[in-house]
C-alpha cells in the first residue's frame, strides 16, 4: 500500500474485506475410474447444473462424506480471522439450512456478513469435492443462487474501512459476479483500500480470460495464483516469462508450487520459498490458506518471501486433513505460534 494513498486513514474496520461465492462442500474420497465415468476433469473446478450434481450424489449415495462451509474466498477469509485479525465477507446464499449453516459457521468464527446474505429464495450454492489418492482434489460446483451475487450484496461503507480487499477469480464466470467485482475493485481503489485477487483456477484462465482481465483492471496489489494458472495466463511453458508478464498486473505476486513451496515476486525481483515436507492426504483449499497467511504475514509486518513462507506452513499444515480449513479458531492460532520457530 504507498503511503501517498494512505495517510491519515483511519484504522481499519476490518483487516480484510472478501468477496466471493458462499459454497457449502460435499467431500467424498474417490478412485480415477469414478471420476472417468463420469467425465470430470481431474484436479480442477468445473461448473454444473444441479440435475449432474444430483447424478453424482446418486451415484455417492452409499459413501461416506463430510459437509463443511466452502467457498475460496471466504476459506481465506476465514483464514485471515482465525490467525487473528478481522473479516467481512459478501456473498448470497438461500434462505435455506445449507445458507443457515454456512452463515452460522462464518459467524461462530467470528466473520461478519453483509446484512442480506441470507435473505434469498432458492438454493444454496454447493460444491461436490472428489478426492483421489494422490489427493488430488476435483471440484463440481453448483452454484445455486451465488450465480445472482451482485452489486446489492457490497457494503461500500465496510469497504471503504477496510485494511485490504480479498476478490476470488471465480466471479469472473458470472456476469452479475463480474459486474460486482469490477465495481468492488474500483471502490477499492476510490477508497485506497489495497486489493488482491486470485486467478482461482486454470479453468477460470482458458475460458473466462477477458472476464479475469476486466476483474484485475489496471493492475492490483497482490496477485495470488498457482503454477498451472501463471504458466496458462502467459500461455508459455516456462515460468520465468510468466513471471514478467504477471508482475505486469500485481505489484507482488505469490504463485504456489504445490509441494516445492511458493515463489515471491515484489520489488522487481522474484524469490523461491521452499515448501515444507509432509504427507499430503487433501490438497482442497490449500490456496485459500496460503492466501490468508500471507495476507496476514503482510498485515503484522512480514516481507514478502517471509509471508509467502508462512503461507506455505499453513498449507502443509491444511493437506495433512481432509477438508479446505482447520477444524477450529484454535487451529489457526497454534499455527501462529507454531510458525514462530520457522
Given at each position: 500500500?504507498?503511503?501517498?494513498?494512505?495517510?491519515?486513514?483511519?484504522?481499519?474496520?476490518?483487516?480484510?474485506?472478501g468477496?466471493?461465492?458462499?459454497?457449502?462442500?460435499?467431500?467424498?474420497?474417490?478412485?480415477?475410474?469414478?471420476?472417468?465415468?463420469?467425465d470430470?476433469?481431474?484436479?480442477?473446478?468445473?461448473l454444473?447444473?444441479?440435475?449432474?450434481?444430483?447424478?453424482?450424489?446418486?451415484?455417492?449415495?452409499e459413501?461416506?462424506?463430510?459437509?463443511m462451509?466452502?467457498?475460496?474466498?471466504?476459506?481465506?477469509?476465514?483464514?485471515?480471522?482465525?490467525?487473528?485479525g478481522?473479516?467481512?465477507?459478501?456473498?448470497?446464499?438461500?434462505?435455506?439450512?445449507?445458507?443457515?449453516?454456512?452463515?452460522?459457521?462464518?459467524?461462530?468464527?467470528?466473520?461478519?456478513?453483509?446484512?442480506?446474505?441470507?435473505?434469498?429464495?432458492?438454493?444454496?450454492?454447493?460444491?461436490?469435492?472428489?478426492?483421489?489418492?494422490?489427493?488430488?482434489?476435483?471440484?463440481?460446483?453448483?452454484?445455486?443462487?451465488?450465480?445472482?451475487?451482485?452489486?446489492?450484496?457490497?457494503?461500500?461503507?465496510?469497504?471503504?474501512?477496510?485494511?485490504?480487499?480479498y476478490?476470488?477469480?471465480?466471479?469472473?464466470?458470472q456476469?452479475?459476479?463480474?459486474?460486482?467485482?469490477?465495481?468492488?475493485r474500483?471502490?477499492?481503489?476510490?477508497?485506497?483500500?489495497?486489493?488482491?485477487?486470485?486467478?482461482s483456477?486454470?479453468?477460470?484462465?482458458?475460458?473466462?480470460?477477458?472476464?479475469?482481465?476486466?476483474?484485475?483492471?489496471?493492475?492490483?496489489?497482490?496477485?495470488?495464483?498457482?503454477?498451472?494458472e501463471?504458466?496458462t495466463?502467459?500461455?508459455?511453458?516456462?515460468?520465468?516469462?510468466?513471471?514478467?508478464?504477471?508482475?505486469?498486473?500485481?505489484?507482488?505476486?505469490?504463485?504456489?508450487?504445490?509441494?516445492?513451496?511458493?515463489?515471491?515476486?515484489?520489488?522487481?525481483?522474484?524469490?523461491?520459498?521452499?515448501?515444507?515436507?509432509?504427507?499430503?492426504?487433501?490438497?482442497?483449499?490449500?490456496?485459500?490458506?496460503?492466501?490468508?497467511?500471507?495476507?496476514?504475514?503482510?498485515?503484522?509486518?512480514?516481507a514478502?518471501?517471509?509471508?509467502?513462507?508462512?503461507?506455505?506452513?499453513?498449507?502443509?499444515?491444511?493437506?495433512?486433513?481432509?477438508?479446505?480449513?482447520?477444524?477450529?479458531?484454535?487451529?489457526?492460532?497454534?499455527?501462529?505460534?507454531?510458525?514462530?520457530?520457522h
Amino acid at each position: 500500500m504507498s503511503a501517498d494513498r494512505t495517510a491519515g486513514r483511519s484504522p481499519p474496520i476490518y483487516d480484510v474485506y472478501g468477496v466471493g461465492n458462499a459454497l457449502v462442500d460435499m467431500e467424498y474420497r474417490v478412485d480415477d475410474t469414478f471420476l472417468a465415468r463420469h467425465d470430470i476433469a481431474k484436479g480442477h473446478m468445473t461448473l454444473v447444473e444441479e440435475a449432474f450434481l444430483n447424478r453424482l450424489k446418486d451415484d455417492l449415495s452409499e459413501r461416506p462424506h463430510e459437509r463443511m462451509s466452502g467457498g475460496s474466498a471466504a476459506n481465506t477469509v476465514m483464514a485471515i480471522q482465525g490467525f487473528g485479525g478481522s473479516a467481512l465477507y459478501s456473498c448470497k446464499v438461500a434462505s435455506d439450512d445449507v445458507g443457515r449453516h454456512f452463515l452460522d459457521d462464518l459467524a461462530s468464527a467470528g466473520v461478519a456478513t453483509n446484512a442480506n446474505a441470507g435473505t434469498s429464495d432458492g438454493l444454496t450454492g454447493r460444491c461436490i469435492v472428489l478426492v483421489t489418492d494422490d489427493a488430488e482434489r476435483s471440484m463440481n460446483t453448483f452454484l445455486g443462487v451465488s450465480r445472482s451475487l451482485g452489486i446489492a450484496e457490497i457494503d461500500e461503507a465496510a469497504l471503504a474501512g477496510a485494511g485490504s480487499l480479498y476478490i476470488e477469480g471465480y466471479l469472473s464466470a458470472q456476469p452479475p459476479g463480474l459486474t460486482a467485482a469490477v465495481r468492488t475493485r474500483q471502490l477499492a481503489d476510490e477508497f485506497a483500500v489495497p486489493a488482491a485477487v486470485s486467478l482461482s483456477d486454470p479453468s477460470m484462465v482458458t475460458f473466462f480470460r477477458d472476464e479475469l482481465e476486466r476483474l484485475l483492471g489496471n493492475g492490483v496489489h497482490w496477485l495470488f495464483c498457482n503454477e498451472e494458472e501463471a504458466l496458462t495466463w502467459a500461455g508459455t511453458d516456462r515460468l520465468d516469462l510468466a513471471i514478467a508478464e504477471l508482475k505486469d498486473i500485481g505489484r507482488a505476486c505469490f504463485i504456489t508450487l504445490g509441494s516445492r513451496g511458493s515463489i515471491s515476486v515484489a520489488n522487481g525481483s522474484s524469490r523461491e520459498v521452499a515448501g515444507f515436507a509432509v504427507e499430503a492426504i487433501d490438497t482442497t483449499g490449500a490456496g485459500d490458506i496460503y492466501a490468508g497467511a500471507c495476507l496476514h504475514g503482510l498485515r503484522v509486518g512480514m516481507a514478502e518471501p517471509q509471508a509467502a513462507r508462512f503461507g506455505n506452513y499453513a498449507a502443509a499444515a491444511l493437506v495433512r486433513q481432509y477438508g479446505a480449513r482447520l477444524r477450529t479458531t484454535a487451529d489457526y492460532r497454534q499455527l501462529v505460534e507454531a510458525f514462530k520457530g520457522h
